[in-house]
């Protein structure tokens, strides 16, 4: 049974900063896409950065880079987020998911989801 547990969530300020990790089980981690998603309350999910099976490339959508950094650790099945400069749009419910198939920003591409942790920026 494939597992992805976030954990790292939390309250902070604006200007603050996370690390938000998700380990995962029951699959082989090494072969597999990751990636962060959020989802704010009434809008759509997200993609905010994703990470290729061999930590080679990352990618990011706007709104994060130079500020969000995706990372992993193939021999602890985690993958992390580290969050800095938060501001309060980033305030939202964070996935990481886990693909086979790529690393592209399309939830549909993704195999399994973990349940998600939330963050609360406040100003």
């Known amino acids: 049974q494939v597992q992805l547990v976030e954990s790292g969530g939390g309250f902070v300020q604006a200007g603050g900063s996370l690390r938000l990790s998700c380990a995962a089980s029951g699959l082989t981690f090494s072969r597999y896409h990751m990636a962060w998603f959020r989802q704010a309350l009434g809008k759509e999910r997200e993609f905010i950065a994703s990470i290729r099976w061999n930590a080679g490339r990352t990618y990011y959508t706007d709104s994060v880079k130079g500020r969000f950094t995706i990372s992993r650790d193939n021999a602890k099945n985690t993958v992390y987020l580290q969050m800095n400069s938060l501001k309060p749009e980033d305030t939202a419910v964070y996935y990481c998911?886990?693909?086979?198939?790529?690393?592209?920003?399309?939830?549909?591409?993704?195999?399994?989801w973990g349940q998600g942790t939330q963050v609360t920026v406040s100003s």
């Open positions: 998911a886990a693909s086979t198939y790529s690393s592209d920003n399309y939830p549909s591409h993704y195999n399994y």
